[in-house]
Nanobody
Framework: QAQLAESGGGLVQPGGSLRLSCATS????????MGWFRQAPGKQREQVAS???????YYADSVKGRSTILRDHAKDMLYLQMDNLKPEDTAVYFC???????????????WGQGTQVTVSS
């Protein structure tokens, strides 16, 4: 099964930008949709964005217009460009792959460590 490794998080001021990366090892994820999820302290994990193999994208209302999900099939990489970051974006961000059902991605991969995003002045 594919292993997932997230990177690119950090501390950023409100209004700043970050580009998160997800490296996948193994071929298991290639035929599936992929997506980004996040979990803030004391909250449940939530879907942020997802992308089908045909490039169709979906975004949570909370990040729509501020984020772009990109997938590089050749490199087995997934990215999340986040702009105009807000303190409420603070969370650990995870990537995963799975079945896209309408707006929701049902993840089937093993969760990685995630990457911490902290938005604070």
């Amino acid at each position: 099964q594919a292993q997932l490794a997230e990177s690119g998080g950090g501390l950023v001021q409100p209004g700043g930008s970050l580009r998160l990366s997800c490296a996948t090892s193994g071929s298991s994820s290639r035929n599936y949709a992929m997506g980004w999820f996040r979990q803030a302290p004391g909250k449940q994990r939530e879907q942020v964005a997802s992308i089908r193999t045909n490039g169709t994208t979906y975004y949570a209302d909370s990040v729509k217009g501020r984020s772009t999900i990109l997938r590089d099939h050749a490199k087995d990489m997934l990215y999340l460009q986040m702009d105009n970051l807000k303190p409420e974006d603070t969370a650990v961000y995870f990537c995963n792959f799975g079945i896209q059902i309408r707006q929701a991605l049902a993840p089937i991969g093993e969760w990685g460590q995630g990457t911490q995003v902290t938005v604070s002045s």
